[in-house]
């Protein structure tokens, strides 16, 4: 297992210790496990589970809500 050294200034190792404890974590496991959380290159999976569950969402297929509006013009550069 590695080890890193972080700087951190006083309000910032006060909210790492408040909410390493708040979670009942060491302050290196509640550090790891926000930067598995923020550093995935995944959708979390109670995010996929959205996919299709907006039945008036417009550019959905078989939408009822008639034509979708034209584009806007763009400028040019």
Known sequence: MSQITLYLDDATQALVEQAA?????????????????YAAHEWPQDCLELAGRFTDFPLQEGNSTGDLASDLPRLGF
């Open 21 to 37: 404890k708040a979670h009942g974590l060491s302050k290196s496991r509640w550090v790891a496990d926000i930067i598995r959380k």
